[in-house]
Structure formats: structure tokens, C-alpha cells
């Protein structure tokens, strides 16, 4: 009889659960994992069968109140057994009363739906070579430095369900990539970060007060994947949004259903341009 034992993944074993992002088409970012680690070192559980990982899941919390949940994959030769649902269930219990919320591919919406997920909207992967779009000029861009992160964490924590600084401060700090803060003096007007991924560039977040901060931001963001393809996730109620990434001749290539089980935070969709990152909200 085999032994399945759950527990808590170590960082190269973070690693390996990314490794399989990659392989399903996620296209994770190369150096997200130790952000992820930095918001939650408990945030990544493995179910282990006669000492091999066989199935991950992230259920990243943000305080007592809310979870993300992601990396939910289980490996394609054992599918179909009950592991993933046995590791589900785990892991659904650690987050105890929380808000849980998840981007889940489409197909599975159904599955997400009678463990008590509700839809909330659908975000639109765009990807391609951006061209350069219409953006405010009067926007000051910034890359982030040490003494922006305070405003910037304030800011942040509106466009989320709960703050993150411990997140934000390996996020804004992509190994290749860059973080850019727009303001106008010493107010935020918005804020995007772009990293390198296992293809192409992904941005995101790309938060922004006007339409203008954002196709402004874009600009930049774009430009340093040098003629690259990048890739953001764009919530779909946000029109503008849609807007400016099909004004930069991105085009959809992927999409994932929005969900929450527990009270939906009320999340400003109109200045989110481009979600965080699928596995994280």
C-alpha cells in the first residue's frame, strides 16, 4: 500500500511545483517563487507518495482574513486517483473561516463551483509585441527605490483584498525586470511591474488611476522587453482596460474564471489594468 503524506513544501520544492506551472502552459515568472515564500514560508503544500511529490497546491494567506489559492496541479500520470481532491481538502482546512479566492481555467469552474467558489469575473491573458499606445505625458515614471515602497504599499493594499508589504518587497525587485511607480509629486498615480517568464515577459501588476497612467506605464513596461512578446491579465469587466491592450496589438491567448468562496472583497476593477499573477491574484 502506498504512503501518501501531506506537508509543507521546502523552497527547491517550490521550485519543481513551478516547474509544472510551466508545463501545463502557465507561463509562470522565472523568480516568482520567493515572493510567493515571502508572504507565506507555510504557503505551498505537497501530497508525497512513498516520499515523492505527486501533487501541489498554494493557499497563500494575506492575515486572518483572506487566501489565495493556486498551483493546483496534480501529476498528469496519476490523475484521476482522488490525490489532488485528497490534497484539496487539506489544504482548503488550514485556511480555516478565510475569504479564499483563485483564477481557475474555464473547464474547471464547474468543479470550483461545488466546493463553494462563486464567479466573480473572467480575466483575459493578452499577449504579442506592444506597440506603443496613447499615454499621459504628464505622468512622471519612476523606477521604484527603497524610498517609494511606503506610499507604495498604501496604495497597493486598495487594490487588493488585504495588504501584502512583505510580497511587495521581492516583487518590486525583479531579477531582469523592472518596477515603475507613476506619480504626480508625491501622490501615486499608479504602478506596474514587469519580470522575465519561461516565455516572453509577463506585466502585472499594472494599477493606475486614468487610462492615460496606464497606457503611459504600458509604454515603458513594454519597451524594456525589447521587441519581446509580453503577456497581462486584464479583468474583463475593466473596459478601458481591454481598451489599451488591444490598442497595443496584444490579443487573447488564454483566460481563467475569477472565483471566491467567502465574501468577495470589492475590488477597484476599474484602475486594475493587469492582475498581480494568476497564482496570486
Known amino acids: 500500500m502506498a504512503d501518501n503524506i501531506i506537508r509543507t513544501l521546502t523552497p527547491a520544492e517550490v521550485d519543481l511545483a513551478v516547474d509544472w506551472a510551466a508545463r501545463e502552459g502557465w507561463n509562470p515568472g522565472l523568480h516568482d517563487a520567493p515572493a510567493f515564500l515571502a508572504q507565506d514560508p ?3 503544500l505537497g501530497l508525497f507518495r512513498d516520499g515523492e511529490l505527486v501533487a501541489c497546491i498554494s493557499l497563500v494567506t494575506y492575515g486572518a482574513a483572506y487566501a489565495f489559492l493556486g498551483f493546483y496541479i496534480c501529476r498528469p500520470d496519476l490523475r484521476g486517483q482522488g490525490l489532488g481532491w485528497t490534497l484539496w481538502q487539506a489544504g482548503m482546512a488550514r485556511l480555516g473561516g478565510r475569504t479564499v479566492g483563485l483564477d481557475g481555467v474555464v473547464a474547471q469552474q464547474g468543479n470550483y463551483k461545488k466546493s463553494g467558489f462563486v464567479l466573480a469575473h473572467r480575466n483575459v491573458r493578452h499577449g504579442g509585441v506592444a506597440r506603443r499606445v496613447a499615454g499621459d ?5 519612476r523606477p521604484v527605490a527603497t524610498d517609494l515602497m511606503p506610499a507604495l504599499i498604501a496604495y497597493d493594499a486598495v487594490c487588493v483584498p488585504a495588504p501584502r508589504p512583505d510580497f511587495l518587497k521581492h516583487w518590486l525587485a525583479p531579477p531582469d525586470g523592472l518596477a515603475l511607480m ?14 522575465h517568464a519561461r516565455t516572453g515577459w509577463r506585466i502585472g501588476p499594472l494599477f493606475a488611476q486614468a487610462p492615460g497612467v496606464a497606457g503611459a506605464l504600458l509604454n515603458a513596461l513594454a519597451d524594456h522587453a525589447g521587441g519581446a512578446d ?6 474583463e469587466p475593466n473596459g478601458a482596460a481591454l481598451a489599451l491592450v488591444e490598442a497595443a496589438g496584444l490579443v487573447p491567448v ?3 474564471a475569477r472565483m471566491y468562496k467567502g465574501d468577495a472583497p470589492a475590488l477597484p476593477l476599474d484602475a486594475i489594468y493587469g492582475i498581480t499573477t494568476l497564482e496570486l491574484g
Open 230 to 235: 509580453v503577456f497581462i491579465d486584464v479583468p
Open 182 to 195: 507613476a506619480g504626480n509629486g508625491e501622490r501615486v498615480l499608479g504602478y506596474g511591474v514587469i519580470r
Open 137 to 141: 505625458p504628464e505622468v512622471r515614471l
Open 42 to 44: 507555510e504557503g505551498f
Open 254 to 256: 488564454f483566460e481563467t
